[in-house]
């Protein structure tokens, strides 16, 4: 009980707190906007840099760590997609969309925050390795798998289709944020003390506004109808995701309890709000992923604790 009282509830008293500002409406919808973009496109991002510049890259990537994540996301998106097929009869872009809620998990606004509140933030390299490619490589597999799709019979390469995903995900800021900081880190370039502060300053306003922020988005994603379809996609994002983390990490590679902990928070996380962006980005299966969202955030508060309680 102490775990559920000190680590996980806090964070989502932060997400609650923003929920409830924006249901009574003491934040209104373009304050909530002001603060998620304030976050997503600068503090978090800043907070990735710094991160990545300090890490120690040799020891981070672990193959056995990032298999053991990376594994267990794309079983959950196979398994996803399948369902949505097979058991669900959703439409091509619908399977795709839904597979990849159960794939695009909130690996920054909840995975870092919980892992540092339960074993502090000297245990974060694991969850930064992961995150450092998370987007770039999700997002270019999800759009192209989607793009494929919607394609199917027009001629269109896949090549083509991957090419221009990959250029457009790497102007987004948070992946400028993470390239910034391989770059420092690969170069060796000293920076002043003063850019350090005040990427520090940033740094710790990033979890506090996404965390608020998020509150206040998730108010929009009412659950309604699907229930089938979501509560799949949200026993595959919390139980199955982490299920192969863990057995892969602990009995295929042995990991050590500080990767093993990182890998296995970090895949337990709900889908991101990224999960609902992509699925509107192509008006496919939107009122799935919007209550996927909402209702695994929810209950990841006991299903987080679950996880947190088996790992060493």
């Not at 000293?190 to 306003?205: E, T």
Request: glycine share 12%; proline share 4%; charged share 10%.
């Amino acid at each position: 009980m102490s775990g559920l009282i000190n680590v996980i509830l806090p964070v989502f008293l932060v997400i609650g707190f923003g929920y409830v500002a924006a249901w009574r409406g003491l934040m209104p919808e373009n304050a909530v906007e002001g603060v998620m973009r304030f976050a997503q496109n600068f503090a978090v991002p800043v907070l990735l840099f710094r991160s990545i510049a300090k890490l120690d890259l040799g020891k981070s990537y672990d193959p056995g760590l990032m298999i053991s994540f990376y594994a267990g996301a794309f079983v959950a998106f196979a398994l996803g997609l399948w369902g949505a097929k097979y058991i669900f009869h959703r439409p091509g872009p619908d399977c795709v969309a839904i597979g990849f809620c159960c794939l695009f998990s909130n690996s920054l606004l909840l995975g870092v925050p919980i892992t540092q509140r339960a074993y502090g933030a000297e245990a974060l390299a694991g969850n930064f390795a992961i995150i450092s490619i998370h987007s770039p490589l999700l997002y270019t597999f999800g759009i192209t798998l989607m793009e494929g799709v919607r394609s199917h019979g027009t001629g269109a390469t896949l090549g083509r289709v991957a090419l221009n995903a990959l250029s457009g995900i790497l102007r987004t800021p948070l992946v400028i944020g993470i390239l910034a900081g391989f770059a420092v880190n690969l170069s060796g370039l000293a920076l002043h003390d003063s850019i350090w502060a005040a990427a520090d300053m940033m740094a710790a306003a990033a979890l506090p506004a996404a965390l608020f922020g998020l509150g206040g988005v998730l108010l929009r994603y009412r659950p309604e109808g699907d229930m089938k379809t979501i509560g799949m996609v949200t026993g595959l994002s919390l139980l199955v995701h982490p299920a192969v983390a863990y057995g892969l990490g602990h009995f295929a590679f042995g990991l050590d309890s500080t990767a093993l902990r990182s890998a296995v928070v970090t895949a337990s996380m709900a889908p991101g709000v990224n999960a609902y962006l992509f699925a509107n980005m192509y008006g496919a299966a939107r009122r799935v992923a919007a209550s996927s969202v909402l209702i695994a955030t929810a209950s990841s508060i006991l299903t987080v604790w679950f996880w947190l309680a088996i790992l060493p």
